[in-house]
């Protein structure tokens, strides 16, 4: 399985960016795709989850009523959609994903990793 993460970039203060995870590789649909980010000098934290079939979905709280995440499931993609964005944002975002239906808040329980997307607010 690969994830190949995009859609970083440079934004300003307020603006959006959305993020995309493709997966190739996938032997079933039972795939919970989750984001992290990590900002320099700090640990990777979750931002974002979607569970199989997109059926629930769950935010940290400092991203709540800003992002929203969904699923193409013929695609095999996940959108990390990034509004109102704050400097706080700033970092490398990693989609994970997991061979299981649930979402999982620890780094640990993911299989597979993508290789980050850089994403800078500036203020």
């Known amino acids: 399985v690969q994830l190949q993460a995009s859609g970083g970039g440079l934004v300003q203060t307020g603006g959006s960016l959305r993020l995309i995870c493709a997966a190739s590789g996938l032997t079933s649909d039972y795939h919970a795709i989750a984001w992290f980010r990590q900002a320099p000098g700090k640990e990777r934290e979750g931002v974002s989850c979607i569970t199989s079939f997109g059926v629930t979905t769950y935010f940290a709280e400092s991203v709540k009523g800003r992002f929203t995440i969904s699923r193409d499931i013929t695609t095999n993609t996940v959108l990390l959609q990034m509004n109102r964005l704050k400097p706080e944002d700033t970092g490398v975002y990693f989609c994970?994903?997991?061979?299981?239906?649930?979402?999982?808040?620890?780094?640990?329980?993911?299989?597979?990793w993508g290789q980050g997307t850089q994403v800078t607010v500036s203020s």
């Open positions: 994970a994903g997991r061979t299981w239906y649930t979402c999982a808040p620890r780094r640990i329980d993911y299989d597979y």
